[in-house]
């Protein structure tokens, strides 16, 4: 098959459809409003020559949808990792963030993080379709409606899908310029309750033991598990508690996140967290939670990825570049499971979970052409270390 390039997109159909996408406002937690995206991406699907398979979705979240090449189950092939759900409350295209356009930037809910990627992701697989038919390589496409909360009700498929694969192609957005995510730290999130035991502040203090004061000590404890060497960071980020100014504080909930660089990292840390102990008899901790993403490092095979993507970038005139990452994709659940994985293929642009969210227009026709030839030659890739 000859090579794909930019000039082979219709970028006018692409952004048409994707501020349509935008259009409609995925709030995660609204299943409703999900959905209402779902059935737009699985008739676009449809018409584009694709199989699907909708998942209906669980815990009020949307449903899961897996869209395949015809050829899907005629070998390995390479499965795209993207997600419907955003961060964005309903409102906000009518309010701080409505969809526009400012020379090369394109605004919206979303559109970043990660609409255009999975537009993208979709228009590929319409596009070697159409152009290879029944010489198409196998491919799958997942969309999930809870990337933003933690993939809770999508993982088991993401990881169905991800065993097998040939690769993993995640195409959430490019960062920095338009780098490509090759590693991501793994996520753990804690809820940590500290209870002891309420007074009156001023008629009988003694007779209290201050939950808030066995948090400040709590909070020390896990700031100094921070290891900038070593990429480890354990952050508090909310703390609640106490009922009233005069009152020895019986509650207090800490909310803890932290961020692990690789496998190695993983067990002492959580061990640490897990193992906090009161130093007031009196006061007890209870901590529930644990990982949420496990670290995607990489691996020789998902180098050997990376350097054949970048000789196809070359080939469109961008220079592919490599980045770690702190925040955890569902790229971190293909990892774990041997496969080479490869993240931040989706549109360049800025402002993720902001009011200032947009993508680089100029950056959509020649990236989508790269994931179109990546999917097409990955099964003659070297994709050994």
Known sequence: MTAITASDIDLDAVLSTLRSWVGIETPTPEGARVNALVDRVEALAGELGLRCERIDGTDGRGDILVVRTPSAGNGRGPTLLAHLDTVHPVGTISGPLPVRAEGDRLYGPGIYDMKSGALMALWSLGLLTRRMGPEVPPAS???????????????HVIERESRDALAVLTVEPARDGGKVVTARKGVAIYDILIEGRASHAGARPEAGRSAIREAARAVLALEAMNDAERGVTVTVGQIRGGTARNVVPERCLLEVDARLPDEASVGPVLEAIEGLEPIDPDVSITVRGGLNRPPFTMTPESEALFRHACALAGGLGIDLVGMTTGGGSDANFAAPLGVPVLDGLGADG????????????SSVAPRLALLANLVATLDKAPLKG
């Open 141 to 155: 496409l997942v969309f999930v409606p809870d990337e933003e909360t933690g993939s809770e009700t999508s993982r």
């Open 350 to 361: 800025d402002g993720a979970h902001t009011t200032g969210e947009h993508i680089y227009v």
